[in-house]
């Protein structure tokens, strides 16, 4: 069991939660991430940790309100506890390269980068991130992000905020000398479309990639399989291995395929869970 | 006096048409009636070698002797002063490999069925609610026990019962390990397990779920500011093993440990109203024979599965499976492919599974485990339409804690290396035993393990204290 302490919405589908997870937040390192179950019956779902704090014994995490879970998820209120918490699962991130890191995040991803380019930046290395997102009103964590970083660069599609364009656009001027220059290395935490872009717009130029792949999961230690990826022609597994990997050397195209599996599913739990909250609603 | 029939008294089943299409227990249990008819089969034998076969040495005509004369309380008694888990053993020991095939009995008859009257007794004791136990823990010594199989259930047991505070880490959200997530509800109820669990809870034993020594919490702290004095590592062998041939990755591919967790663990039989779900076609195929492939292809018809097949590339003969697994699943329609061998997994342009290439194989000479080799013959390709295929050939132990623990060794498979005989592993206080050290074996194996463990750290911890 972990409580809620806080509780905050970044966008109409994404809130922030700080829980009180003392053991995990003590162990807790960059590019790791838990596995909650919310009710009796309900799923283990895989999340990243965005940030901790050791001392008071907090984990927060983000979520995008996708779909069953994760939107049980967002009508749990503070004091309220997220049944089953277990972590700090994957590999943590290990960036090999020091100098110039870029910190790429989307979605939920950009408050990964947290607790990421914090330290980072205490090692020495000089950090820029870019937070992207359609709209300016689903860029998330700006202020927080600003401050762990050298350099933030936002990005959107419609352009009413910060550069108007796709993030790897942004990515390819700074790799052309713009703005902060160009990168040493990469690391993209996002939808997957994004990192796959991210990897073509570095490939071949000689900037290490790391992406965060986020196969379906179910016990994330290593004893299901069902997390498995293909990188560099070999069969990982994402809980243990990963979750981050060589961008260059990934088979994203199995990873997408693979993570559609359980659309039909997925969506008839969604509609029902949509009914059940409308029953909830009525009385 | 002990009675000659030839065979053993049969065991109630349920009609195998209709329990294929549910959870419910396939075994009925016998009946008071039918225990003390069967008990009455045993000679209690000068020389019991029945026990010889049991690897922790129940008592077995002491036992049933007590079931031939109606004391139930003592035969379960009995029964747990060498075995902390009969209700569970008494339905998956493989007793044909074990204390059934000594028994002298069976020598000319049907052996006595030791295991149903082990399980008799077992579930007697389980309705009794008279049956107090409590709690004395008088220790000072705290010790950790590192996962929540049956190895790590009754090494808690034991410590617990010798008066120590007891707590377990389990990396899941429920106690158990494959008692769990493993072996379905139609061979061993969620409740049986519950009960036992809820045993040791009144014994004092702390059950901390969520919980990877390893990740969340090392060894060193557990053995350092956590204060544990000894730790025993039942960590069992969960890692699922793949054939490494082409096709592994597509859609409808799983691992039997995947394809079970999501039943047994989530409930996906009950999805919608549990959120996780499980994909099965019309026909499943299992790549294995094994207790866990029987289980598998089982399960398989009882989530929908209209063909449910088993793939082996040997023969019946070399089979692992208990036998009784082996009876129900023919009962239930499994189909049977002896000495074929899976060499690819095909799929459709969305990357779906629709079939399994094959080639038939032929028994040779016999290789170092001494059973025969199978080998390809040429030319005995074909397809086989399926559309999920489930590969069910081995687990081995899990190396998330050897990862992250100094000092703790290893072999070449990734078992735990113990000194001969005992449970102590290379580091000082800490203790091992359950599949983690044998590689994946059987639940009285690990139950034993556990037992033999608490004895050696009750040992330890009295030879320090002094
Ligand atoms: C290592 C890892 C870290 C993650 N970190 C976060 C995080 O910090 N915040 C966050 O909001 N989400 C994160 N995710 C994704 C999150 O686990 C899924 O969104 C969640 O499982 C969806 O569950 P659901 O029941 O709400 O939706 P479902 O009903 O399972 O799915 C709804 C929709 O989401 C898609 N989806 C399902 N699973 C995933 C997945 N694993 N990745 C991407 N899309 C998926 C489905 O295709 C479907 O369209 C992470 C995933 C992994 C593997
Ligand atoms: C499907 C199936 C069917 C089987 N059928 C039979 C049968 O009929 N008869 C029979 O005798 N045997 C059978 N077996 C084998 C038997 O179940 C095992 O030999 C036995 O369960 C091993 O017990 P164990 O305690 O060593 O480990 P497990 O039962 O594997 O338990 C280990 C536990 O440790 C936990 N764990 C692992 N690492 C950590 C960590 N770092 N921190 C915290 N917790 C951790 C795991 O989550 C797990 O719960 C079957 C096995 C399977 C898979
Ligand atoms: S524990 Fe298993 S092997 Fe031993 S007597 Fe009971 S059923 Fe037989
Ligand atoms: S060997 Fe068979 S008959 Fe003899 S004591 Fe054991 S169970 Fe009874
Ligand atoms: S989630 Fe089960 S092995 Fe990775």
Not at chain 1, 7 to 31: E, F, H, N, S
Not at chain 1, 231 to 252: I, L
Not at chain 2, 187 to 201: A, G, H, S, T
Not at chain 2, 249 to 255: D, P
Request: net charge negative; proline share 5%.
């Amino acid at each position: 069991m972990a409580k809620i302490l806080e509780k905050r919405r970044l966008t109409p589908i994404t809130q922030l939660y700080k829980v009180d997870a003392p053991l995990v937040a003590k162990a807790a390192r960059p590019g790791q991430f838990v596995i909650v179950r919310v009710r009796e019956g309900g799923e283990r779902i895989p999340l990243t940790i965005a940030d901790y704090d050791r001392e008071a014994g907090v984990l927060t995490i983000v979520v995008q309100e996708v779909g069953t879970t994760t939107r049980y998820l967002g009508q749990l209120e503070v004091g309220d506890e997220i049944l089953d918490l277990v972590g700090p699962l994957g590999m943590p991130l290990e960036i090999p390269v020091e100098g110039h890191i870029v910190g790429i995040g989307g979605g939920f991803g950009s408050a990964a980068l947290l607790c990421l380019m914090r330290e980072l930046r205490a090692r020495g290395d000089r950090t820029t991130i870019i937070n992207g997102a359609r709209e300016k009103d689903l860029l998330i964590l700006n202020e927080e992000l600003a401050e762990v970083c050298d350099n933030l660069e936002l990005c959107t599609d419609d352009g009413s905020a910060g550069f108007h364009g796709l993030v790897t656009e942004r990515l390819q001027q700074l790799i052309d000398g713009d703005g902060p220059g160009r990168p040493d290395f990469v690391v993209a935490i996002g939808p997957m479309p994004m990192m796959r872009a991210v990897t073509e717009t570095t490939r071949g130029k000689e900037i290490p990639t790391l992406v965060s792949l986020d196969p379906l999961m179910i016990d994330g230690t290593g004893m299901c399989g069902g997390c498995r990826v293909t990188v560099n022609n070999e069969v990982k597994f994402a809980c243990v291995d990963g979750p981050f990997f060589d961008a260059h050397q990934v088979d994203f195209e199995e990873a997408v395929r693979r993570n559609k599996m359980y659309v039909r599913q997925e969506q008839e739990s969604k509609d029902r869970s949509d009914c059940m909250k409308l029953a909830v609603g009525q009385d | 006096m002990p009675v000659k029939r030839v065979q053993k008294t049969p065991m109630p089943e349920r009609d195998a048409v209709l329990r294929s299409h549910d959870f419910g227990e396939v075994n009925e249990g016998y009946g008071i009636a039918h225990a003390q008819f069967e008990a009455e089969r045993c000679l209690r034998c000068q020389d019991p070698i029945c026990i010889d076969g049991c690897p922790v040495r129940v008592p077995i005509p002491e036992f049933i002797h007590e079931v031939a004369k109606g004391d139930m309380r003592r035969a379960a008694e009995v029964l747990r002063s060498s075995n902390p888990l009969p209700a569970v053993c008494g339905r998956v020991c493989p007793q044909e490999v074990q204390c059934e095939e000594q028994c002298s009995v069976g020598i000319r008859f049907k052996p006595v069925a030791i295991g149903y009257l082990e399980r008799f007794v077992a579930d007697w004791e389980m309705e009794q609610s008279d049956i107090d136990i409590t709690a004395n823990l008088h220790r000072d010594e705290k010790v950790a026990v590192i996962g929540s199989g049956p190895a790590g259930l009754v090494c808690a047991g034991e410590l617990a019962r010798l008066g120590y505070p007891v707590t377990i880490f389990e990396a899941l959200h429920a106690p158990g390990g494959v008692l769990r997530y493993g072996i379905p509800e139609f061979r061993l109820p969620k409740d049986v397990l519950d009960w036992e669990i809820e045993q040791l809870k009144k014994l004092g034993v702390e059950i901390r779920c969520n919980i990877i020594i390893g990740k969340t919490i090392t060894m060193d702290q557990l053995m350092g500011e956590m204060g544990f004095k000894a730790v025993f590592i039942g960590t069992g062998a969960g890692l699922p093993s793949f054939m490494g041939i082409p096709g592994e990755n597509l859609n409808g591919v799983y691992s039997a440990n995947e394809f079970l967790t999501r039943v047994n663990l989530m409930r996906a039989n009950d999805f919608p109203n549990a959120d996780t779900p499980v994909m099965v076609g019309k026909r499943v195929a299992v790549i294995g024979a094994g207790n866990t492939a029987m289980d598998t292809v089982r399960t398989a018809l009882r989530v929908g599965a209209e063909h449910g097949l088993i793939v082996y590339r040997r023969s019946v003969e070399e089979m692992t499976a208990r036998v009784e697994e082996h009876q129900h699943a023919i009962e239930e329609g499994v189909e049977f492919h002896w000495l074929t061998n899976p060499v690819e997994i095909l799929g459709d342009e969305e990357g779906w599974v629709t079939g399994l290439r094959c080639i038939r194989m032929e028994l040779g000479e016999p290789d170092e485990s001494g059973r025969a080799r199978p080998v390809p013959i040429e030319g005995s390709e074909f397809v086989m339409p399926v559309d999920n295929v489930v590969l069910s050939i081995g687990n081995k132990p899990n190396p998330l804690l050897l990862q992250t623990t100094k000092g703790l060794e290893a072999n070449k498979w990734g078992c735990l290396v113990v000194h001969d005989g005992t449970s102590e592993t290379s580091r000082e206080r800490v203790f091992a035993g359950g599949d983690a050290v044998t590689g994946a074996a059987t639940v009285i194996l690990a139950a034993g393990a556990g037992k033999n463990a608490a004895a050696e750290i009750h040992q330890d911890l009295c030879a320090n204290a002094s």
